[in-house]
């Protein structure tokens, strides 16, 4: 009774997801959003990020090295965490699963789950906004369209992207615990 109570469950939480995924990838239908969106998930790929660990230590001297270090390192550790979730965990991504969402953008490899986009986006939004609360002001909002591109353009679930962005943050703290932040 209970087996079928928690397949039940999962069922409706499966159909809600899959209907907010259509209603967010809609957008896609409409080229400048498509644009827009994909345009984010390209800079979110890691060229946004990539400047940032780089102008980091030129905006701010000697006090931008450890936090450009922090997040080059915890980036790579967050590749390897995403990768190996995905590996094994091996989710198909929507537009796959269901016809009525349309891909956005070519997607970086097969499966969706967790988001190693928006883990890297909280992920180094929480590492720098901890060191310079000054630039919260552009990397949240950032890293927050950099988590919607991602279900908007049929790439992923949201919770793909809710568990990449705990995983994220996760991941940080621990940095940030790690150096005596």
């Known amino acids: 009774m209970a087996d ?5 469950v999962i069922r ?5 997801e899959l209907s907010l995924c259509l209603l967010l990838n809609r957008g896609c239908s409409r080229r400048p959003v ?14 946004f990020w990539y400047a940032l660990i780089l102008v980091l230590p030129s905006l701010y001297g000697e006090s931008g090295w450890l936090p450009a270090l922090q997040m080059a390192i915890t980036g790579v ?4 965490v995403y990768k190996s979730l995905k590996h094994s965990l091996v989710r198909e991504r929507p537009f796959i699963n269901c016809d009525r969402i349309a891909l956005g953008t070519a997607p970086l490899d097969r499966y969706s789950f967790p988001s190693g986009h928006t883990l890297h986006a909280v992920s ?20 927050a369209l950099v988590a919607a ?17 705990l995983l994220g943050l ?4 621990t940095s940030l615990s790690l150096v005596g932040m």
Do not use: N, Q
């Not at 498509?34 to 790929?45: A, K, N, P, Y």
């Open 12 to 16: 409706w939480f499966d159909a809600a």
């Open 77 to 80: 550790i967050g590749v390897a």
């Open 4 to 8: 079928g109570r928690a397949t039940e």
């Open 149 to 165: 591109s991602r279900v908007v353009l049929g790439l992923h679930y949201p919770t793909d992207v809710i568990a990449g962005g």
């Open 124 to 143: 180094f939004t929480t590492l720098t906004s901890s060191y310079f609360p000054e630039l919260a002001f552009v990397l949240v909002p950032f890293a």
């Open 170 to 173: 996760g991941l940080a703290s």
């Open 34 to 47: 498509r644009e827009f969106f994909g345009t984010v998930s390209r800079l979110g790929d890691g060229i």
